[in-house]
């Protein structure tokens, strides 16, 4: 009507994507930046009880993409996700579905691939020479030097194996990030405030609509 004001958009919340290297710690690193920034995480362990969505009519291309990328997933024990897949394509899309409004931090998933071309999203990648990160390891899971490094070798290998199945990419491209992060030379709280300060300049500069 004549002489209201159009009530202003809401701020575009922040998303972020973490993919880590295996010791890099990148589960403390989403869970605080998720913290952080007052949005939901998705990491590896899904949560229960999400709404199909998809049957709700929805669904998005970008919602099946993801949902599509996590059954894959779900056949790698590195990324220990439910392997009930109608469960899990409708608690992904659950989290798109907040995510365009309510921001969301993804770990994992092949979050950097999927949501590649939405503007407001930061992508992030941790990492750490391997020995630092096989101490840490070895810390964390209170097991010894020998074993610790077996795990590293494998989690790697099979994160790397997957990203270039699945996608077709190498994982070790750093054109796919805006952010590469060494966690052990600069510390989970550095590594925090480094990836924050990243999504409030991403979402600063996105589109505006977006």
């Known amino acids: 009507m004549p002489g209201q004001r159009e009530t202003p958009s809401p701020a575009p919340r922040p998303i972020v994507t973490v993919a880590a290297e295996h010791g890099a710690a990148g589960d403390l690193v989403a869970q605080r930046v998720a913290e952080a920034l007052g949005v939901p995480l998705l990491d590896r362990a899904l949560p229960a009880s999400l709404a199909a969505a998809e049957e709700s009519g929805r669904q998005t291309r970008l919602v099946g993409r993801l949902a599509r990328a996590s059954t894959m997933l779900a056949q790698e024990p590195i990324e220990r996700i439910e392997?009930?897949?109608?469960?899990?394509?409708?608690?992904?899309?659950e989290f798109l579905i907040r995510a365009s409004t309510d921001g969301g931090v993804v770990l994992g998933r092949g979050g950097v691939l999927v949501l590649a071309d939405e503007p407001r999203a930061v992508h992030v990648l941790l990492g750490g020479p391997r020995e630092g990160r096989v101490a840490r390891v070895a810390e964390r899971e209170g097991t010894d030097r020998d074993?610790?490094?077996r795990r590293v070798r494998a989690e790697d290998r099979a994160r790397k194996e997957y990203v270039r199945r699945v996608f077709g990419v190498d994982p070790d491209d750093r054109t796919l990030y805006h952010?590469?992060?060494?966690?052990?030379?600069?510390g989970i709280?550095?590594?925090?405030?480094?990836?924050?300060a990243a999504s409030y300049a991403r979402t600063r500069h996105a589109p505006k609509g977006s």
Do not use: Q
Request: charged share 35%; hydrophobic share 50%.
């Open 83 to 93: 392997r009930d897949e109608g469960r899990s394509r409708a608690e992904l899309a």
């Open 147 to 149: 074993e610790a490094s």
């Open 179 to 186: 952010l590469v992060v060494d966690t052990v030379a600069l």
């Open 189 to 196: 709280d550095a590594t925090v405030e480094l990836v924050v």
